[in-house]
């Protein structure tokens, strides 16, 4: 039967133009914009952007470039940015791509971190952020929900997930080995040709009709290839990419001590952005394990509340990271104002957190290319999708056991170790709002601002009212 009759935009089947990079700046200054709603919402802007809108990137090659940023550590969405500016202006094209898709997370995360260190200790700001935390529980669910309908389409994904979420949850096995399990599994797996690992469906499917002869500046067929000499130029700027990376470090290292505050912030930040595959839901949870339980440099409600003013904001949902290393240094500024402090602390974690970004896709992209439609990377990326949901919904029950209860218990049996909640310290508040946040994401379908609006307006007027501090 076919598509329906759709019409057509006639000059789409006509070689569209290449952008200039002059041309690139608005267009990748509105994707960033844009970005809210977390990789989900965020691929998608690219992809109607990119793809449809101004087809500067067909259908299965935005596919083989996404399927290569989730196989990295950091957040995919930036990373794709930069994957694709790189294919259509080299690093420099990479580079701005990237660079502006950090900025306005950049610029609202460090404002927000300065009102929370001023004022987080008055009634109505904690208040506000008692509200964020029961929707930014219904948001984590839904990412479950949506990451889960496209990774677990068969019993295979569906047990890889579970052994996930039973090897973190309880075993405390750390997040790359799982990824490393996976990867193995759903590699061998379409090497040996199963079923249950090979490609079935995208992340996305484009809205233009099948049968239509529409082109791409980067088309299906390999026209806008990487030329040697691109190749060349990015391994030169994944070099420096390394060293802007890593001499920061080393310089705070030596300069202060790798047991001051700014050089735990590089040295741990830095291990991050080498461990974070599946983005800031899948690595949130470890981060929150050692920045609250080892390190002591924030209390358990307050990732949550970064959390938030990432959700509320455009950019990578781990830009949370930034209000970590703020309030890190913020509580241990040394000789600096404790702002100042704060300040460096945020720029830094953010700067180490990103910088090995553009060096992932510098170096790996133009050797990725040439794997374009290789099954066993397909089967491998499945397994590694599917293993991420089960951390998400590990991630999902340690938020709700942090924000629904004023106590937890840590139990531990032989090699087994997981908290458990206090029933009789639950929050009456704490779960009315998470169960409103829940029945209007996933019963009446509104949108995460809405939500997100909607429970902090409640947390303020239970504020108002009496009910909370």
């Known amino acids: 039967m076919g598509h329906p009759t759709t019409a057509v935009d006639p000059n789409a089947m006509l070689p569209p133009k290449r952008p200039t990079l002059r041309d690139a700046l608005p267009v990748w200054a509105r994707i960033a914009a844009l970005s809210f709603g977390g990789p989900a919402g965020q691929i998608a802007v690219m992809h109607r952007v990119l793809v449809d809108e101004k087809r500067w990137i067909s259908e299965s090659r935005f596919l083989h470039a996404l399927n290569y940023c989730m196989l990295l550590p950091g957040p995919e969405a930036q990373q794709l940015a930069t994957y694709v500016g790189w294919l259509l202006h080299g690093p ?50 839904q990412a479950v929900q949506r990451v889960g309908a496209r990774a677990l389409r068969n019993r295979v994904m569906l047990a890889i997930a579970a052994a996930a979420f039973v090897a973190i949850f309880a075993f405390g096995v750390p997040f790359p080995l799982i990824v490393l399990g996976a990867a193995a ?51 030169r700027a994944a070099a420096i990419s390394a060293l802007l990376w890593l001499a920061p470090v080393a310089a705070v290292v030596l300069a202060l001590g790798a047991g001051s505050t700014f050089g735990q912030i590089a040295v741990f930040f ?12 899948a690595a949130l949870a470890y981060v929150a394990q050692e920045a609250v339980g080892t390190l002591g440099w924030l209390r358990p409600g307050e990732m949550l509340d970064g959390l938030g003013m990432a959700e ?24 600096l104002p404790p702002l100042v402090a704060g300040t460096l602390g945020g720029l830094l ?52 056991v942090h924000v629904l209860f004023r106590k937890v218990a840590v139990l531990t049996a032989g090699p087994l170790r997981f908290e458990v909640p206090v029933p009789s310290s639950v929050d009456p508040w704490a779960l009315a709002l998470a169960a409103g946040a829940a029945i209007a994401t996933f019963r009446f379908r509104l ?18 009212a009496g009910a909370i501090p």
């Open 447 to 464: 949108g995460m601002v809405t939500t997100l609006a909607g429970c902090t307006a409640c947390g303020i007027a239970l504020h108002l």
């Open 92 to 141: 420099r094209g990479g580079l701005l791509a990237g660079g502006l898709f950090i900025l306005p997370g950049l610029l609202a995360i460090m404002g927000l971190s300065w009102i929370y260190a001023s004022l987080g200790a008055v009634g109505l700001v904690a208040a506000l952020f008692f509200g964020l935390k029961a929707a930014v529980l219904a948001i984590v669910l």
């Open 349 to 400: 974690a953010t700067w180490v957190t990103f910088a090995p970004c553009f060096l992932w896709i510098f170096a790996g992209a133009p050797f990725i290319e040439v794997l374009r439609g290789n099954r066993a990377l397909a089967g491998a990326l499945s397994a590694i999708t599917a293993a991420v949901v089960g951390v998400i919904v590990n991630l999902a029950v340690w938020f709700a």
């Open 185 to 235: 599994v759903g590699y061998l797996g379409a090497r040996q040709g199963l079923p249950a690992f090979s490609p079935g469906g995208g992340h996305g499917s484009s809205s233009r009709p099948s049968g239509t002869a529409v082109r791409y500046v980067l088309d299906d067929a390999g026209e806008g290839r990487p030329s040697p000499a691109m190749a060349s130029s990015a391994r």
């Open 270 to 281: 830095s291990k991050m952005a080498m461990v974070t595959f599946g983005g800031a839901y």
């Open 312 to 335: 509320t904001t455009p950019g990578p949902l781990i830009m949370v990271l930034q209000f970590v290393g703020f309030l890190a240094a913020f509580r241990d500024p040394g000789a």
